[in-house]
């Protein structure tokens, strides 16, 4: 068996560690005698498994008494409605617009708000500035009375990131942030957020899941059209378990969750992401063969997008690179050129792999 290098952006490679101890459980869970897909939800064997992993989620991310967590499906994507059914309440909400995601979320919110009473502001935009970078304060027109802030704090396909907690837009209103791409890959203060979402195929596990933490007192606001499945408050009492959930996904997770732990926790895999995104950002930076436009103060330590300056070269750089097992280089159709995504699993040995490869053919073709 040969595992390469995967830099996809999601579904991402999982901690090698993690799927060892999955095929190993696959026929047979802790004596079960049987695994955990084939398992009641209800039964006392997931029942550990769900309380393990909230347990583990919480201890990671230091999550406050007064907040929920919730498994939930559909993705991400799913979220983009389900936030304004559950927290728009007949209001405004206000959205910053820094990349393809939020500009996604926007629009979904948009699309809902006529229906759901309400209403949906652009509270700021760098579209006209390529999203390259984060909004400066004097670029925002905030609404104090909004229901909610709905911002992306990590944009995956942009590598543009919002790290720092005294850059977050304060307009004295719930923040909602779609955490996707960089959940878990540092500690983070969660009671600056009302909402924070993930969608799971990065950092956290099987796609399809989606984690919600969410502020107790932003539940029980749902609009009345809102189906039973998609309220968060319903949700929330029956310990994300309305209907069956997605258990495989769930259990995955939890694994992660303390591979993390094992890992030293948060501060641990932040040093370990800092290496490795300085490794490949100082090495751009000293080349006249790659670049990254992105302002140096926004950039992404789990998403890299980088152009070879010579674009004829794509082809054969991308074909190099999957022959010497670094695969999924290439960038978002959107923004073209290469994008490397250097997640929680993606050890500083691939990022090193990646800048020797990078190294060797500018070398050869420079
Ligand atoms: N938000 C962000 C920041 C993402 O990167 C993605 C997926 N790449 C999504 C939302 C959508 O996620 P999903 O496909 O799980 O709906």
Redesign the pocket.
Known sequence: MTRVYNFS??PAALPEAVLRQAAEEMLDWHGAGCGVMEMSHRGKEFTSIVEQAEADLSELLGIPDNYRMLFLQG????QFAQIPMNLLAGGSADYLVTGT?SKKAYGEAKHLAGALGGAVRLAGSTETAGFTRLLRPDELDLDPRARYLHL?T???IHGVELRDANLLPDAGVPLVA?M??HILSRPIDVSCYGLIYA?A??NIGP?GL?VVIVREDLLGHAAPMTPTMMDYRVMAENGSMLNTPPTYAIYIAGLVFRWLKAQGGLAAVEANNVAKSNLLYDFLDASDFYENRVAHDSRSRMNIPFLLRDAALNDAFLAGATAAGLTQLKGHKSVGGMRASIYNAMPLAGVQALVDYMRDFSARNG
């Open positions: 952006a999601g993705g991400a994507t799913q995601w992306c990590n944009e995956t779609d996707s791409s969608g195929q990065k796609s989606v």
